[in-house]
């Protein structure tokens, strides 16, 4: 198994995959020369993450970061796994949320991964959502300046975004995901069995990111998700297939623009108000989740650009309707408790990494599947947008 | 100057530097592709720091990170001449030593350098010594998930080591520099001035630095040192083309191993030794500094050389010899309040970052200016050569 595992090879994975009998996943290349690595996405590969570990890496340990709410679920699968391929794991647990974001959370993460003797050749593994991805891979980023790190996502929202393309990190007082490094993973397993028993809130919040890829540069993907959402909620090939897509719009970008220099902004398309919306709700799952936060935050990038004379009005309807039949909230009057007030949400942008000299970034479109980046918006448009969000909240 | 900075090139170093009536500097370039940057060693750059920025970079701030021994002597300098030069300022100062660069000391330079609104486009400055570097390097790269980061090194030391090649980083819990990132400068500004007022002790630590490059793989150099080591204490001529060698050094090594896949290694000369030699004495500054640990590591290594029969013993006298004219320990009994046991030794060394999979890794010599990297050195054998060097402390 180590000889095997020390000659890192794509082939190898396939074979991995097909020696025990579960259906072949579907693959997507992130291209990234030396950092290039795979997105796995099927049934099952949980329980063949030892080999599929063990075909790209030679590392002896690995130090599993899961949060309480997925440790009792899938901790010991992977961890039986691993074992099996002469992998040791020590399993690293962080509080479920945001919250763990934090400095603290991440230093904890830091010392317990050091705590576990894992060396320069061993890795970190990220078994979670969103959140354990950003910590853990910023913690592998870091720990003996850079470790291995491999994606487990299990939620839908880290399956088709967080857990591809590099980045990871935590927030600050000043703002979210401020603090952070580009970091690849080695590979990223997306075992699509997991969705099977996520809440259905959470699952359509990662709705939101997978319609977010269709509405940047993918019109035929948007036309195929209102054809096909509701088997996509259900479960099965369209799920799978949906998430492979989403791989693969998002492994373009970040092949292209690995640190966001230019076109990888395209990207936060709804972010910008997405992120003031968590910001204004103090980062509370309980009033908005990250994925209903950009839900709302596309609508109102489709509204902005109509209000500034850029796209049809029909075009921003459609939107609005298909998030209204997946279930997701499109409007600021959405936001339970409030969005607080034009100042309120004017200084959370204000704060946005994407403020470059004092001027915020947006990502507008033309239409569905023709968004663009946009610097400097003058401010007074911004202000009368939101005060116009505001007002239609009654 | 926004629209002259708007294009880096390093010809315009020059005519910035030389629009002022300053001594033309050396200069070293690490060759690093998109990410290569030049090094300035000469009289009077910090004066000069607005003019020599604007020429790399378009930031239209910077944060200045010292310590409040620097703050006082150079940070309203720098800050005027950045002020020259169109660049706003934002002076961040953390408590002298070590303890600096702990999660708690990281946490708050980070978010005071988001407090100044530093953005992505702006800049970091780390003006002092190795632990202002590390802590401001590892900040730097990590605000905004990386932000340009401008070295004005105040020390010998970290004119010669530190701020060259992009390692950045904290303390763990486990041990020293076990949390940090990679992040190159954009430019180094090594002002020879600094170094009068230098407190003598300091000075000699640093030179240990200075004579490992020599012992790494620069024999001619070793001589040259030799002979001119009163010179270079004076200051002057021979001080600054000691500093510009040791860039070069470092500059090539860098170049063909960034990140510490190999070569680099050679540049952890006398510092297996020394990094446990600070771990036994707390990081206690009155008992040692990193310099003299090098020092007294760097024999260690040729005395284990010859222990191992890899070296001649005449070799490693010669280093002794050398390093007792320049002021510097070369045994464990010159460690004040004692270099602790065979066992505190070993369990520090254990934990060096440069363990994989268990083994130390060595960097060793066949004599001076021929040092090589050797894995796996039998446990015995260096418990055996540990015992003797405590044995002869007496």
């Given at each position: 198994?180590?000889?095997?595992?020390?000659?890192?090879?794509?082939?190898?994975?396939?074979?991995?995959?097909?020696?025990?009998?579960?259906?072949?996943?579907?693959?997507?290349?992130?291209?990234?020369?030396?950092?290039?690595?795979?997105?796995?996405?099927?049934?099952?590969?949980?329980?063949?993450?030892?080999?599929?570990?063990?075909?790209?890496?030679?590392?002896?340990?690995a130090?599993?970061v899961?949060?309480?709410?997925?440790?009792?679920?899938?901790?010991?699968?992977?961890?039986?796994?691993?074992?099996?391929?002469?992998?040791?794991?020590?399993?690293?647990?962080?509080?479920?949320?945001?919250?763990s974001?934090s400095?603290?959370?991440?230093?904890?993460?830091?010392?317990?991964?050091?705590?576990?003797?894992?060396?320069?050749?061993?890795?970190?593994?990220?078994?979670?959502?969103?959140?354990?991805?950003?910590?853990?891979?910023?913690a592998?980023?870091?720990?003996?300046?850079?470790v291995?790190?491999?994606?487990?996502?299990?939620?839908?929202?880290?399956?088709?975004?967080?857990?591809?393309?590099?980045?990871?990190?935590?927030?600050?007082?000043?703002?979210?995901?401020l603090?952070?490094?580009f970091?690849?993973?080695?590979?990223?397993?997306?075992?699509?069995?997991?969705?099977?028993?996520?809440?259905?809130?959470?699952?359509?919040?990662?709705?939101?990111?997978?319609?977010?890829?269709?509405?940047?540069?993918?019109?035929?993907?948007?036309?195929?998700l209102?054809?096909?959402?509701?088997?996509?909620?259900?479960?099965?090939?369209?799920?799978?297939?949906?998430?492979?897509?989403?791989?693969?719009?998002?492994?373009?970008?970040?092949?292209?623009?690995?640190?966001?220099?230019?076109?990888?902004?395209?990207?936060?398309?709804?972010?910008?108000?997405?992120?003031?919306?968590?910001?204004?709700?103090?980062?509370?799952?309980?009033?908005?989740?990250?994925?209903?936060?950009?839900?709302?935050?596309?609508?109102?990038?489709?509204r902005f650009?109509?209000?500034?004379?850029?796209?049809?009005?029909?075009?921003?309807?459609?939107?609005?309707?298909?998030?209204?039949?997946a279930?997701?909230?499109?409007?600021?009057?959405?936001?339970?408790?409030?969005?607080?007030?034009?100042?309120t949400?004017?200084?959370?942008?204000?704060?946005?990494?994407?403020?470059?000299?004092?001027?915020?970034?947006?990502?507008?479109?033309?239409?569905?599947?023709?968004?663009?980046?946009?610097?400097?918006?003058?401010?007074?448009?911004?202000?009368?947008?939101?005060?116009?969000?505001?007002?239609?909240?009654?």
């Amino acid at each position: 198994m180590n000889e095997q595992a020390s000659e890192p090879s794509s082939d190898k994975i396939s074979a991995a995959a097909s020696s025990q009998a579960a259906p072949v996943p579907l693959r997507v290349k992130v291209e990234l020369g030396a950092r290039a690595y795979d997105i796995l996405i099927g049934e099952g590969l949980l329980e063949q993450a030892g080999a599929l570990v063990a075909s790209i890496s030679s590392a002896k340990a690995a130090a599993i970061v899961v949060d309480e709410n997925t440790r009792p679920l899938y901790a010991d699968k992977v961890s039986a796994a691993l074992d099996a391929a002469g992998i040791r794991s020590a399993v690293i647990t962080v509080q479920p949320g945001e919250r763990s974001k934090s400095w603290r959370g991440y230093g904890e993460v830091c010392e317990a991964i050091l705590a576990a003797r894992i060396g320069r050749d061993d890795l970190v593994i990220a078994l979670g959502g969103g959140v354990v991805g950003d910590l853990a891979g910023f913690a592998a980023a870091t720990v003996r300046r850079g470790v291995a790190l491999v994606q487990m996502p299990t939620t839908l929202l880290a399956q088709v975004d967080s857990s591809v393309g590099g980045k990871t990190g935590i927030n600050s007082a000043v703002g979210k995901n401020l603090i952070g490094a580009f970091h690849q993973p080695s590979l990223v397993l997306a075992d699509t069995r997991v969705l099977d028993t996520l809440p259905a809130r959470e699952f359509r919040a990662g709705y939101a990111e997978v319609l977010k890829y269709a509405l940047i540069d993918r019109p035929q993907f948007f036309e195929w998700l209102e054809a096909n959402r509701d088997e996509i909620f259900a479960g099965g090939s369209a799920r799978a297939e949906a998430i492979a897509e989403c791989c693969r719009a998002k492994a373009e970008i970040v092949a292209v623009d690995e640190t966001e220099t230019g076109d990888r902004a395209l990207l936060n398309l709804g972010h910008t108000f997405g992120h003031a919306l968590e910001n204004v709700t103090g980062y509370d799952s309980s009033r908005l989740v990250h994925g209903e936060a950009v839900a709302i935050g596309c609508a109102m990038a489709f509204r902005f650009s109509v209000a500034l004379g850029l796209a049809d009005p029909a075009h921003a309807r459609r939107v609005e309707a298909h998030l209204a039949e997946a279930g997701l909230p499109s409007r600021l009057a959405h936001v339970r408790g409030g969005a607080g007030s034009v100042e309120t949400l004017l200084a959370a942008m204000a704060q946005d990494k994407k403020v470059r000299h004092g001027t915020p970034t947006f990502i507008l479109a033309h239409g569905i599947g023709r968004s663009f980046i946009q610097r400097g918006v003058e401010s007074q448009h911004l202000r009368d947008f939101l005060l116009s969000e505001l007002r239609s909240n009654g």
